[in-house]
């Protein structure tokens, strides 16, 4: 499905206040799409059926964990460096600007995020929210080539 389509929504957005708003809680993953600028094409950074969670808090704070498929315990070194490719995680301070929240993040699985702005443009409807990350060289993969992430949460069920 192209980009546009994702991140296509039928009403109003929302933005501002109304869009932070709209994010405060827990949201679950749906799907992790990664597109190589370069080629245009999608890789399978994160496996058909990643896991995760995002959980934005009323005073301000965001936590981002997100696993790839089929992980299981590691039993040496090598296999505990071929995790770190299929994990996304980190907290930080949170703020929307227009139709984006910003993270300023605090902790991260990537030392390198640390100290670092992360923009993502969201779009909430019908208690999803589409997310697209802007192109960036990611730690995990494109080995260092410029890709972005399109990703999809739903809100999740009250416990």
């Not at 869009?19 to 799907?31: D, F």
């Not at 070194?77 to 703020?95: N, P, Q, S």
């Amino acid at each position: 499905m192209p980009v546009q389509d994702t991140m296509q929504q039928t009403g109003t957005p929302y933005v501002g206040e109304e869009l932070r708003q709209k994010l405060i809680g827990t949201w679950e993953l749906v799907s992790y799409k990664v597109e190589e600028k370069e080629s245009g094409t999608f890789i399978p950074a994160m496996g058909p059926a990643p896991r995760g969670r995002v959980v934005f808090t009323a005073d301000g704070w965001v936590a981002f964990n997100l696993e790839g498929s089929h992980r299981h315990p590691a039993k040496n070194d090598e296999e505990r460096a071929r995790l770190m490719k299929t994990l996304v995680a980190y907290i930080g301070r949170f703020r929307v600007e227009g139709n984006q929240w910003i993270t300023h993040v605090q902790t991260a699985w990537a030392p390198e995020w640390v100290g670092t702005e992360q923009r993502r443009t969201v779009v909430v409807e019908d208690g999803h929210a589409n997310v697209l990350t802007p192109w960036r060289r990611m730690p995990n993969w494109a080995e260092g080539r410029l890709s972005r992430s399109i990703i999809r949460f739903r809100r999740a069920p009250a416990a």
